[in-house]
T-cell receptor
Framework: NAGVTQTPKFRILKIGQSMTLQCTQD?????MYWYRQDPGMGLKLIYY???????DKGEVPNGYNVSRSTTEDFPLRLELAAPSQTSVYFC?????????????FGEGSWLTVV | GDSVTQMEGPVTLSEEAFLTINCTYT??????LFWYVQYPGEGLQLLLK?????DKGSNKGFEATYRKETTSFHLEKGSVQVSDSAVYFC???????????FGPGTRLSVLP
């Protein structure tokens, strides 16, 4: 059972480049999330989705875009990479938002912008 | 809005010492509460959870009790091991919330 799968695991980008972080889950979860974790800091929510075709901004959405065309996939796009986007990115998913649901994380994507 | 506050780290303990990591929350209604652990180089993993007041979550020797009167969910372990060295995150999911809210994390280092 794969759970939440993120790719790539490591990436170095130059300022101004674009890239997409891929995220796939095989648990048929409706809710999916993208978080970033800066060194020594907690998680900040970038975007989330409550189902296919529906996305919403989180706490720190600037510089990012998402789409949710299927239940399984929730890619995160960086259009013009900036050094401030150097971070670890975690994709996560959870079942429909009833109380007590656990959130399942991918293993993370380490992104450096130089 | 909902929020989670954790004690600031890092916390450094000797092996077999008692551990407490404080967590308090602000939320309307009756949130579910979680502790997640992040080992070096890995993603977050669920450690334990509690879904209603006075529930005790437990796993791998760790425990936390959902105290609504003090809005707290403190993490405890009676005897820590070197392998417990990690970052611990307290989190909540609100009654009608769609988003999990995480605390900033507390780094624990256990020395042999």
């Amino acid at each position: 059972n794969a759970g939440v799968t993120q790719t790539p695991k490591f990436r170095i980008l130059k300022i101004g480049q674009s890239m997409t972080l891929q995220c796939t889950q095989d648990m048929n979860h409706n809710y999916m999330y993208w978080y970033r974790q800066d060194p020594g800091m907690g998680l900040k929510l970038i975007y989330y989705s409550v189902g296919a075709g529906i996305t919403d901004k989180g706490e720190v959405p600037n510089g990012y875009n998402v789409s949710r065309s299927t239940t399984e996939d929730f890619p995160l796009r960086l259009e013009l990479a900036a050094p401030s986007q150097t971070s670890v990115y975690f994709c996560a998913s959870s079942p429909r938002g009833f109380s007590g649901n656990t959130i399942y994380f991918g293993e993370g994507s380490w992104l450096t912008v130089v | 809005g909902d929020s989670v506050t954790q004690m600031e780290g890092p916390v450094t303990l000797s092996e077999e010492a008692f551990l407490t990591i404080n967590c308090t929350y602000t939320a309307t209604g009756y949130p579910s509460l979680f502790w997640y652990v992040q080992y070096p180089g890995e993603g977050l993993q669920l450690l334990l959870k509690a879904t209603k007041a006075d529930d005790k979550g437990s796993n791998k020797g760790f425990e936390a009790t959902y105290r609504k009167e003090t809005t707290s969910f403190h993490l405890e372990k009676g005897s820590v091991q070197v392998s417990d060295s990690a970052v611990y995150f307290c989190a909540l999911l609100g009654d009608y919330g769609q988003n999990f809210v995480f605390g900033p994390g507390t780094r624990l280092s256990v020395l042999p």
